[in-house]
């Protein structure tokens, strides 16, 4: 569970990395995005997660819960910047 997850957190950070990088991409966009600690944050608990998994179950589950929980909480940072 933990490598497919931290797979999809590596696949986040390369979308977004392209989209980015898209030509005439508005400086809007990046602006919105700013650090990401989101999507830093995810791929290091998961990876820590996964080490420490044989050894400790339950603060490995724990580690899994927490990068959820973060992303449950909406991010209002895009549709801030972007209104329709």
Do not use: C, H, N
């Amino acid at each position: 569970y933990g490598v497919i997850m931290l797979l999809a957190a590596f696949s986040y950070g390369f979308l977004v990395r392209a989209l980015l990088r898209v030509p005439g991409q508005p400086s809007t966009l990046a602006e919105a995005i700013g650090r990401d600690q989101k999507g830093t944050a995810s791929p290091i608990f998961y990876a820590i997660a996964i080490v420490i998994a044989p050894f400790a179950p339950l603060v490995s589950f724990g580690l899994y819960v927490l990068v959820a929980a973060i992303w449950i909480v909406p991010d209002p940072r895009i549709e801030r910047r972007f209104s329709l």
